[in-house]
């Protein structure tokens, strides 16, 4: 604040002032909606998800595994096409504890957001959540295993698998 | 300012070396939009002889948010480029705006080749005439509860009414561009439509009907630029970008000039200054251009400053733009024809041209052309567009 202006210009305004309607204001809702076509890719994956499965692709050229799969290799620049089936078994490559939820409030149990490298892929993290864990247990390398939604519940979807939760070492 | 300009331009010369396009569709459950790019670069690449892994430089794409439905839409592009690990950047504009950056790119001497990317999935947004709403001023006139299409269709009364013209003349352009799709098998909506007659099509915002809007499409196409040198070793027929310009006209609803398209007007004349084309009415034999709806590719015709002081729907009734016509506009199908694929429509003019250029437009093929102009739109509520003109000499 400069030495001439000792308080800031204007008039402070609170939450009840626009509540109030003494704020002059518009308000606008988008309405926006899409329907994302899954495609080859992520179609199949999402259909391996509701059958308890997770699906990977591995390139032909590089013989890297990817998961989730796509049908080309962003590294070689070729198609892909050889699909193979993985354990849902993993190590936890990076986690985080999030306490802040998606409208901004803060949550009383935080929820552990984690890349998961999925045994037998390479260069390629499975991003979801971690449960049945105090935070302060986790590791960077912490051994998890997916678990899954009852398969009646299973609907093609992400949250088919609701966590991955710390699991026994079996090389 | 003027002499800078010039020096530029002596700099070195760019060429489209490579143009990848999928046929457009309806719609295109079967593949996601990160598939259907690939396809498109996958085209581009073999077309231009290149690996992207080792000889693409940079890329440039074109996406909108709203219109991807993902936010900060730059991070998902790289993977079905080819692009991972390289300078990429993303454009929130028609595909021609960002062969106008890649086209700087090279000719700064940053890079010797670069690619261009741009897409339409359409068909995964549910409600489109809303991104539309929203890009109209939220305080002055989203209020009003209007559809985003009374924009075209306040211009399009301005443009008839002073012209002298009819809404017949907008049937003509859209029997025209339907016709001509027909022979090209890129295109969605070929077809035999009657041009006579009163309009039965349900009216969206009078004079605008239904029939007057270029319906959507899903696509993707890439475009691969080269400098002078890298294009004379990669193929015998480069076809080169000889000029190109944008401009925007006032974005306002209530200050601007809704009878001309100013910006198509100032766009082509920096165009065809860095083209040096002394008479580009006489030079240029084939025009690309937008029309998103009917009566704008006869207010941009007269734009372009192709026809003289003539009315273009004079010229339109004569065949002028006919496939044997003096000047074929829109042999492709344009949009109305072939689909408007949003931020993708401007690319698809290029690529058209290309493809005339090299003699290789199919059935749709207008012999003999050496020098043609794209022009491209970005839709309502905008008065901004860009030209470009390319030459196989
Ligand atoms: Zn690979």
């Known amino acids: 604040m400069s030495k001439h202006l000792q308080k800031p210009p204007g008039v402070p305004l609170r939450e009840e ?36 499965k997770i699906i990977g692709t ?10 989730p799969p796509r049908v080309f290799c962003e590294w070689c620049f070729r198609p892909v096409n050889d699909w193979v089936d993985l354990p849902d078994t993993g190590i936890i490559n990076t986690f985080s504890v999030s306490y802040i939820s998606t409208d901004t409030t803060k949550l009383k149990t935080p929820i552990i957001p984690a890349v998961i490298e999925i045994d037998g892929t390479t260069h390629a993290g499975f991003l979801h959540v971690i449960g049945e864990a105090k935070p302060e247990t986790l590791k960077i390398g912490t051994r998890v295993k997916a678990v899954w939604a009852e398969s009646t519940k299973r609907r093609g979807s992400i949250t088919d698998i609701r966590y991955f939760k710390p699991a026994e070492w079996k090389p | 300012m003027q002499g800078s300009k010039t020096e530029a331009s002596l700099l070195r010369s760019v060429a489209i070396v490579g143009v990848g396009i999928t046929e457009l569709k309806s719609s295109t459950p079967q593949v996601s939009y990160k598939e259907l790019i690939f396809e498109a670069a996958q085209k581009a690449y073999e077309d231009a002889g290149l690996n992207p892994r080792k000889d693409i430089e940079s890329f440039v794409c074109s996406s909108e948010d709203f219109l991807e439905g993902t936010s900060i839409f730059d991070e998902y592009v790289p993977d079905q480029l080819g692009a991972v690990l390289k300078p990429v950047c993303t454009i929130s504009a028609d595909g021609m705006y960002s062969l106008a950056a890649a086209y700087m790119q090279i000719l700064t001497g940053l890079f010797d080749v670069v690619a261009v990317e741009a897409h339409s999935k359409a068909s995964d947004i549910v409600n489109l005439s809303t991104v539309y709403d929203m890009a109209l001023d939220p305080v002055y006139t989203r209020p009003l509860g209007l559809n985003a299409s009374f924009v075209a269709g306040l211009e399009m009364s301005k443009f008839l009414h002073s012209r002298g013209a009819g809404t017949n003349h907008c049937r003509m352009v859209v029997a025209k561009n339907r016709k001509n799709a027909l022979s090209n098998s890129l295109a969605m909506y070929g077809g035999i439509v009657e041009a006579k007659g009163e309009s039965q099509n349900p009216v969206l915002s009078y004079p605008l009907t239904e029939y007057d809007v270029a319906p959507v499409a899903d696509g993707a196409a890439v475009v691969v630029l080269a400098s002078e040198d890298a294009a004379e070793h990669l193929r015998d027929d480069p076809v080169w970008v000889k000029g190109l310009g944008w401009a925007s006209d006032s974005p306002t609803l209530e200050t601007r000039d809704w009878l001309d398209a100013t910006y198509v007007r100032l766009a082509s004349k920096q165009a065809y200054q860095s083209a040096k084309l002394r008479n580009p ?26 026809i003289g002081d003539a ?38 003019r290029v690529v058209e041209l290309v493809l005339q250029l090299r003699g290789e437009a199919d059935r749709h093929q207008i012999k003999g052309v050496e020098t043609g102009i794209a022009q491209c739109w970005r839709g309502i509520p905008t008065t901004s567009g860009a030209v470009v003109i390319l030459s196989n000499r």
């Not at chain 1, 606008?28 to 308890?52: D, E, H």
């Not at chain 2, 240029?284 to 007269?302: F, G, P, R, V």
Request: glycine fraction near 10%.
């Open chain 1, 17 to 52: 002032d626009f509540e109030a309607q003494r704020v002059l204001s518009v308000m606008y809702r988008p309405k926006m909606r899409y329907s994302w076509a899954t495609g080859v890719a992520i179609g199949r994956f999402l259909k391996g998800l509701r059958a308890g």
């Open chain 1, 58 to 67: 591995q390139c032909a050229h590089c013989r890297r595994i990817v998961v």
């Open chain 2, 281 to 306: 009415a006489k030079d240029i034999q084939i025009a690309e251009i937008d029309d998103t709806y009917s009566y704008k590719e006869l207010q941009h015709l007269e734009a372009l400053g192709l």
């Open chain 2, 311 to 348: 009315k273009a729907h004079t010229l339109l009734e004569q065949g002028a733009f006919e496939r044997d016509g003096v000047l074929p506009v829109n042999p492709s199908g344009g949009s109305i024809g072939m689909g408007h694929t949003l931020e993708m429509s401007g690319l698809v």
